[in-house]
T-cell receptor
Framework: EADIYQTPRYLVIGTGKKITLECSQT?????MYWYQQDPGMELHLIHY???????EKGDLSSESTVSRIRTEHFPLTLESARPSHTSQYLC??????????FGPGTRLTVT | QKEVEQNSGPLSVPEGAIASLNCTYS??????FFWYRQYSGKSPELIMF????GDKEDGRFTAQLNKASQYVSLLIRDSQPSDSATYLC??????????FGKGTTLSVSS
């Protein structure tokens, strides 16, 4: 059973606000990922990390940043939220064989 | 451009039937293959992984891999209404993040 947590689960926020979505895992996985997914649509990789102090941008251009200061923690920050950021954000982690385990997700609405 | 292709569906099967979900991938260097199940509004859940050619069985689920044809499939035997979900195929080559297909929606009618 995967132990990966995301907070908040739901967030409604106004345009222009800075927000941080939290993701933590207790499995000691080196690799962590952030995906964006609209309802009924495909997953888009927005950021990933293969270890502490290592971060990479994914395929989806996004006005977001990530940090990886601790193995277990991989927060995603939006400096200035826009209505186009309204989506579900999914965090995942994996070990050597790349079996990714997903957190429950954060559903973000920007008004 | 590495690609993973799935029919979007919906694939409709009656309860008790075998559901067959298919996936093709473009990168011959791919080494690991995964099937995820995603219920509406929920996050993807890993249900099967396969690394070698052939079949791998786990309960009602069988994953099949044919690297020569660049083809991976998932069979669900004795399909139940609770199997109704979107099934995502994911493929990995060493050193890269998983590449997900767009998913196939399965509907099992009682």
């Amino acid at each position: 059973e995967a132990d990966i947590y995301q907070t908040p689960r739901y967030l409604v926020i106004g345009t222009g606000k800075k927000i941080t979505l939290e993701c933590s895992q207790t499995m000691g996985h080196d690799k962590m990922y952030w995906y964006q997914q609209d309802p009924g649509m495909e997953l888009h990789l927005i950021h990933y990390s293969y270890g502490v102090n290592s971060t990479e941008k994914g395929d989806l251009s996004s006005e977001s940043t990530v940090s990886r200061i601790r193995t277990e923690h991989f927060p995603l920050t939006l400096e200035s939220a826009r209505p186009s950021h309204t989506s579900q954000y999914l965090c995942a982690s994996s070990w050597q064989k790349d079996e990714q385990y997903f957190g429950p997700g954060t559903r973000l609405t920007v008004t | 451009q590495k690609e993973v292709e799935q029919n979007s569906g919906p694939l409709s099967v009656p309860e008790g039937a075998i559901a067959s979900l298919n996936c093709t991938y473009s990168d011959r260097g791919s080494q690991s293959f995964f099937w995820y199940r995603q219920y509406s509004g929920k996050s993807p859940e890993l249900i099967m992984f396969i690394y070698s050619n052939g079949d791998k069985e786990d309960g009602r689920f069988t994953a099949q891999l044919n690297k020569a044809s660049q083809y991976v499939s998932l069979l669900i035997r004795d399909s139940q209404p609770s199997d109704s979900a979107t099934y995502l195929c994911a493929v990995n080559q060493a050193g890269t993040a998983l590449i997900f297909g767009k998913g196939t929606t399965l509907s099992v009618s009682s």
